[in-house]
């Protein structure tokens, strides 16, 4: 199906409140501008040299999230890039973050990227620490907590993440209970083209979705 009509049917079926972010990783510009022709306002990033490659083509019209892992020596190109970091999982990659963007300057939104499965392998702060780091975040400058981001693990039946899903929820409840001065738990970034529907029931209210707007990735 053509990219338009994919995001058609996605975006009416999207709740009001509810974001949208096509996750563009191995997609053409040629594909991201055609997604944004078709409403996407939003661009999820998995890599700063790809991303530097399409922002430098289609400009700053959509925002710009970068979703991957993000590398110490990409940290100074990404801020110039992106809007909103979604995955800052310690506190020496946000006092990164705000030093690179003090020298811009510029203040840039933050999500914190929360391993709420416990899997060893993944990236994301466990849940127990995801508190204290944000405390710990809040006090610097140039930057701005916005909210919590989780990938969860790897299930066939997306029902799995439910449970999952709901305690990112109760923990974002949580935080924004706390009322820490400077963090804002406006943003629940979880759920992709398999789980979106199960996260939103659950309380996102940011989905990242690549595989359904632009078909299978290939390979690689
Ligand atoms: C690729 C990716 C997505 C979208 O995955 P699909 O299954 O293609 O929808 C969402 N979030 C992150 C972090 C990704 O890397």
């Known amino acids: 199906m053509p990219i338009s009509e994919n995001l058609a049917a996605i975006i009416r079926d999207l709740p009001e409140g509810v974001e949208l972010v096509a996750a563009v990783k191995t997609r053409t510009i040629k594909e991201i501008e055609e997604a944004i022709n078709s409403g996407i306002k939003v661009i999820g990033e998995n890599y700063v040299q790809e991303a530097e490659k399409h922002y430098t ?38 006092v990164e973050i705000g030093k690179c963007c003090q020298r811009i300057p510029k203040t840039i939104s933050l999500l914190i990227e929360v391993n709420i ?74 759920g992709m083209t398999n789980s979106y529907n199960v996260a939103i029931s659950e309380g996102a209210n940011i989905v990242r979705i690549g595989t359904k707007i632009f078909g299978p990735r290939a390979k690689t």
């Open 117 to 190: 499965a416990r899997e060893s392998q993944k990236n994301g702060v466990l849940p127990e620490n995801a508190t204290a780091l944000i405390r710990r975040i809040a006090d610097l400058s140039y930057i701005k907590v916005l909210g919590l981001m989780t990938m969860g693990p790897q299930v066939s039946d997306p029902e799995e993440l439910r449970p999952y899903f709901r305690t990112m929820k109760k923990l974002f409840e949580q935080i924004d209970a706390m009322h820490v001065p400077g963090v804002e738990m406006r943003y629940l970034s979880m």
């Open 57 to 94: 083509a289609i400009g700053h019209r959509p925002n710009w999230h970068f979703i991957g892992r993000l590398q110490r020596n990409k940290i100074k190109k990404a801020v110039s890039i992106f809007d909103v970091i979604e995955t800052v999982d310690s506190y020496e990659l946000a």
